[in-house]
């Protein structure tokens, strides 16, 4: 089972957008390349191949949890 890591990422305002992805290392480098060549938009696709477009004038912080696999059952 491929390991998941659950973003939220927190905007200039009281709304928080969180996205599973596979690899944040990947968000963070889209966001980082966006706000270095003043892109206004930092697209990323998160596990469902939505892609998202995020306005990177307008975060205030990103967190990454990596989530362990959830298991079902008695254990």
């Known amino acids: 089972m491929a390991k998941t890591v ?8 009281v709304r928080e957008i969180e996205l599973e992805v596979d690899d944040a290392d990947d968000v963070i480098a889209a966001i980082s390349t966006a706000m270095t060549a003043e892109d206004p938009l930092a697209w990323v696709t998160d596990t469902k191949e939505t892609r998202h477009g995020i306005a990177v004038d307008k975060l205030a912080f990103i967190q990454v949890d990596a989530e362990e696999p959830k298991m079902v059952g008695f254990g």
């Open 6 to 13: 659950t973003m939220r990422i927190g905007l200039q305002s």
